[in-house]
C-alpha cells in the first residue's frame, strides 16, 4: 500500500541561524548591497530537503520577534544572549515574507516560536493521517518524535553532519525515549535558552534516573515514599542529594514547562501548504533579492532531478553512511531511521 503522505516543516529560525554562520566568510550581498547569504542558505536547506524526502507540503515557522509568552513566564527566557548583528537580523526580518513571496507557508505565530509551529504542525499531520519530517538545528523537537514524526536535525559541519532521527533511532542517540526527552531536557537543562537544570545531572545522569523510573516523577514519587536510596542507586549519592533538593524539584518544573511546545496553534489546512511550488514564482521571489539557486529547486516545483556533472555550482549530493560523531567515542553502525542526509 501507498505511504502516507509526508509534510516538512522547517525551524525558520534555527536553520538561518546556521545559514548565516556557514556563508558569513562569503558575505553574499545582492546588487542593493542587502546580506542575502542567510537567506538563500535557509532556501538551500528547503530544497535540498526536498530532494531526499520528495514531502508533499512544506511549511515554515518563525520566531515571533515581537512578543514571547516565555519571556512573559520567566524574565530570564534566552535574557543572556547577545545582540544579533545587523545584518543577521536584517535578514531574520525579511525571510518570512521572501518565503511567502515565494508561496511558501510560512508562520509567525503572535508571542510564539517556530518550536511551537513544529508542534502544531506535527499534531496537525496526525491528526490527517499524514507522516511529518521536522527540520531543524535544536535538540528541543526529539520531544516530538512519535511513530509518524521524525526530526532532520542539522548539526555542525553543514549537510554531512545532518541526521534523520526517528522513535526506534532516539534511545541509541540520548539514551531516552521521545516521551523521556522533556524530562532528560528539564534534568539537564538548556544553557542556549538560560534554563539551569539540576546541579550534577548532565545528559548520562539524566537518562540514568530516567531509565530506573520512568519519569521525573516517578521519580519524585520515590523520594517522597521514603525509597531515596533508590535514586542513590541509579544516580549516585552526589546526584541523588542534588535531586533531593527543593531547588532541584522548582528547576524541573519551570523547564518542563517552558520547554513544553504547544501542539493547538493555529496552522493552515494541508492542501494549502502543498507542493508542487510554482517554478517561475520562486524564481522570481529569489531573483528580486539577488538569489539565483538553478536546478536545485526541482524537488520544490515539481521538476525532475538534474543530470549531475561535474562542474555543476549546486550539484545534487550523494547519500553516505552515517556515523555517530562528536564526542561519542568510535564509530557505530545508523541505528533505524538515522541516516547522512547531505
Given amino acids: 500500500m501507498p505511504s502516507a503522505p509526508l509534510l516538512l516543516v522547517l525551524d525558520g529560525n534555527s536553520l538561518l541561524h546556521r545559514a548565516y554562520h556557514a556563508g558569513a566568510a562569503d558575505g553574499f550581498l545582492d546588487g542593493s548591497g542587502r546580506p542575502v547569504w542567510a537567506l538563500r ?39 543572556h544572549r547577545p545582540a544579533k548583528p545587523a545584518d543577521l537580523t536584517d535578514q531574520l526580518a525579511a525571510a518570512p515574507e521572501l518565503l511567502a513571496a515565494a508561496g511558501v507557508c510560512t508562520l509567525v505565530p503572535p508571542a510564539w516560536e517556530a518550536d511551537d509551529v513544529l508542534a502544531s504542525s506535527a499534531a496537525q499531520a496526525r491528526r490527517h493521517g499524514w507522516r511529518s519530517v521536522l527540520m531543524t538545528s535544536d535538540r ?10 521524525s526530526v532532520l536535525r542539522v548539526r555542525n559541519g553543514g549537510f554531512d553532519e545532518a541526521v534523520l532521527v526517528d522513535a526506534a533511532g532516539l534511545p541509541e542517540l540520548c539514551g531516552v525515549t521521545p516521551t523521556q526527552y522533556r524530562d532528560f531536557a528539564a534534568l539537564r537543562g538548556d544553557p542556549s535558552d538560560n534554563l539551569p537544570g539540576v546541579r550534577g545531572f548532565g545528559a548520562a545522569t539524566a537518562a540514568k534516573l530516567l531509565a530506573a523510573f520512568g519519569t521525573v516523577d516517578g521519580a519524585w514519587q520515590a523520594l517522597d515514599g521514603g525509597a531515596a536510596h533508590l535514586i542513590v542507586e541509579a544516580v549516585g549519592d552526589r546526584a541523588a542529594g542534588q535531586f533531593a533538593e527543593p531547588e532541584a524539584r522548582a ?86 531511521g538515522q541516516l547522512s542526509l547531505f
Fill in 41 to 79: 542558505g535557509l532556501f538551500g536547506f528547503a530544497a535540498r530537503a526536498a530532494a531526499y524526502l520528495r514531502p508533499d507540503a512544506l511549511i515554515v515557522g518563525f520566531d515571533c520577534p515581537q512578543n514571547s509568552a516565555r519571556r512573559a513566564d520567566f524574565a530570564g527566557y534566552k535574557a
Fill in 140 to 149: 528541543d523537537a526529539f520531544a516530538l518524535i512519535d511513530e509518524t514524526t
Fill in 251 to 336: 528547576a524541573v518544573e519551570r523547564n518542563r514547562r517552558l520547554m513544553r511546545m504547544r501542539t493547538d496553534l493555529a496552522v493552515p489546512e494541508l492542501a494549502e501548504a502543498r507542493l508542487p511550488l510554482d517554478l517561475a514564482v520562486v524564481r522570481r521571489a529569489l531573483r528580486e533579492r539577488g538569489i539565483n539557486l538553478g536546478p536545485s529547486l526541482w524537488a520544490l516545483t515539481g521538476g525532475i532531478p538534474p543530470q549531475r556533472e561535474p562542474q555543476d555550482e549546486d550539484p545534487i549530493p550523494e547519500l553516505r553512511p552515517w556515523v555517530f560523531r562528536g564526542g561519542l567515542s568510535g564509530r557505530r553502525d545508523p541505528t533505524p
